[in-house]
């Protein structure tokens, strides 16, 4: 963390935040390097959509989420837009589109930074979870609303995990020198949701590589609360979560009817 010259702010009280507007920031500026070769990521398609306008509607669909900022790859930005010109959204949905960083943490804070006034409720979602169902997107905006300033859904692991030391030589065995209690850990998804004051005091505060935006909140000591997430708000990370991601939407269209 660096030498702090902001005060923590307090959250907005709980009281104003049940009325609070809400808005989306969706970090889609990565390459996708674990995917493999191709467009960016969020650009690839799922079922013949690109994966971000799956994100983007995932967002939208929230009734109770009015904008949504999506930060395209630093040289994407016209192109993205152009792209989500050409996609149905509900008609009550503003979106925006600002160009990425180099990392998703400086992609978040752009997003953040272009986020005009009024939204004091904010929503960080990664492209790359584009099937995340409604019920878990509101389930983390009403923790918000009920006065948690930080909000992550998760899910239990279902692999006994271990603590490991750096192999001697690159490729060579790890020592390992744990095994943590499993019934304690959780793994994280997204969206997070954050009281906005809380969010960009994090990012206006926290320096280091944070993979995750509630990493940060927790860094100012700022308690974070986890409510149960959702299997299907997998990361679309490697070749077979696509795989994955295609049967799960295909299944959906069949219940669908279409
Ligand atoms: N400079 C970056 C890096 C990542 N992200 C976004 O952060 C989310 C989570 O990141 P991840 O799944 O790791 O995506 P990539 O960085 O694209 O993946 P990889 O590490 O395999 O390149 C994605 O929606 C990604 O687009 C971003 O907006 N800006
Ligand atoms: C934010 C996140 O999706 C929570 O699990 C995750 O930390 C992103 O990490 P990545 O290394 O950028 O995939």
Do not use: C, W
């Amino acid at each position: 963390m660096s030498d702090d010259p902001l005060p923590t702010p307090s959250p907005n009280p709980a009281s104003d935040r049940t009325t609070a507007r809400t808005a989306a920031v969706i970090p889609a500026a990565g390459r996708g390097v674990r995917l493999g070769p191709g467009a960016p990521k969020a650009l690839r398609t799922l079922g013949g959509t690109p994966m971000l306008v799956h994100a983007v509607r995932a967002m939208a669909d929230s009734r109770a989420v009015s904008l949504v900022v999506v930060v395209a790859p630093p040289d994407g930005a016209a192109e993205v837009k152009s792209l989500l010109d050409t996609h149905a959204l509900p008609e009550r949905t503003d979106v925006l589109v600002v160009p990425g960083g180099e990392s998703r943490q400086e992609s978040v804070k752009l997003g953040l930074d272009a986020l005009p006034p009024g939204y004091d409720i904010v929503l960080v979602h990664d492209a790359a979870r584009p099937l995340v169902p409604v019920d878990t997107v509101d389930a983390v905006i009403e923790a918000v609303r009920d006065g948690a300033p930080a909000v992550v859904p998760v899910l239990p692991l279902s692999d006994t995990v271990k603590q490991v030391e750096p192999a001697a030589a690159p490729g060579g065995p790890e020592p390992v020198v744990a095994t943590p209690d499993r019934s304690l850990l959780r793994a994280v998804q997204t969206p997070q949701g954050f009281d906005r004051a809380t969010l960009e005091h994090a990012h206006a505060t926290v320096t280091g590589n944070v993979t995750d935006d509630a990493g940060m909140v927790e860094q100012l000591g700022t308690t974070v609360v986890a409510v149960p997430g959702h299997e299907e708000a997998f990361k679309v990370t490697r070749p077979l979560d696509l795989v994955l991601a295609e049967a799960v939407l295909a299944r959906r269209r069949l219940n669908d009817g279409f």
